[in-house]
């Protein structure tokens, strides 16, 4: 078990063996939960491989258009 200091702006650093050791990287998002009245819980958000397949899908839409149709219809609005 590793132990951190909480600061006097309420911040605290992620010792470097648990971050090795869970890949966690500057910049990534967590969530601070309450476990009882004497913890917390830090949980990192899951990360996606691959966000376009996430916002896509992963079958092409079979509604598919050209970009120059887009931009076209795009203007025409």
């Known amino acids: 078990m590793s132990r951190t200091k909480v ?3 309420f911040q605290l ?3 470097k063996e648990i971050r090795e050791q869970i890949g966690l990287k500057a910049g990534e998002v ?4 309450i476990l009882h ?13 691959n966000p376009l ?15 120059e149709e887009f ?6 609005r």
């Open 7 to 9: 600061t006097s702006k």
């Open 13 to 15: 650093t992620i010792p």
């Open 30 to 33: 967590v969530e601070v939960q």
């Open 37 to 49: 009245d004497e913890g917390i819980i830090i949980k990192r958000f899951g990360r996606v491989k």
């Open 53 to 67: 397949k996430v916002l896509i899908g992963e079958v092409p839409s079979k509604h598919h258009i050209s970009v």
């Open 71 to 76: 931009e076209e219809k795009a203007e025409s």
